[in-house]
């Protein structure tokens, strides 16, 4: 029943622009963990909630391929900005060129390092962050975004499930990272935030002190 829920809506949500769909593609040809990369419903969900919150300046910690990057962006209005940390150099030259060619990709600004080191030289406020990066280390991506994240800001943490694993109480690293930042969200008045059973868990946190 639950691939027959899934297959529906699939198809009963807004088709994916043709250069994303290529995109997903490449990404499962050619990538390891090809699972990594959001996909038609996340992507499409990514892209209505920036809508919603039409936000000026966005940060994302972990681009991988750029998929999620691009639904973002998409909705993102004419001046906005999408600031994106990838740690892995090696798709910086793939990044830059997939950015330049894509609809939408003007409005991106590719930052290559460890995020927690980037963030901090990032003279931004910011509307909006997306969290999907190294997930051992949630918490200290939240705690460093705070400064600069507006009162009524909004955070977006991908999986945040962990496909069950956090549940169960699953004690390896990045589950133990996962429930820290949940436990941390859900128990700190500074923030009001909701679990989305989508795919791993996908999480929306509003700063509202």
Known sequence: ???EIEEYITEHTSAE???LKDLYRRTWLHRLYPQMCSGHVQGRILKMITAMIA???VLELGTFTGYS???IAEALEQ???LHTVEIDDESADEL???FRSSQGGDKITLHIGDALEIIPKLDCEWDMVYIDANKRHY???LEAVMPRLRRGGFIVADNTLWGGKIAEGAQDAQSRGIAAFNDL???DSRFETVIIPLRDGLSIVRKVV
């Open 96 to 98: 830059d060129a997939l």
């Open 69 to 71: 990057a691009l639904c």
């Open 185 to 187: 969200v859900a128990s």
């Open 55 to 57: 936000p000026q300046k």
């Open 79 to 81: 001046g906005a900005e």
């Open 139 to 141: 918490c200290q991506y």
């Open 1 to 3: 029943m639950q691939r």
């Open 17 to 19: 622009p043709q250069h």
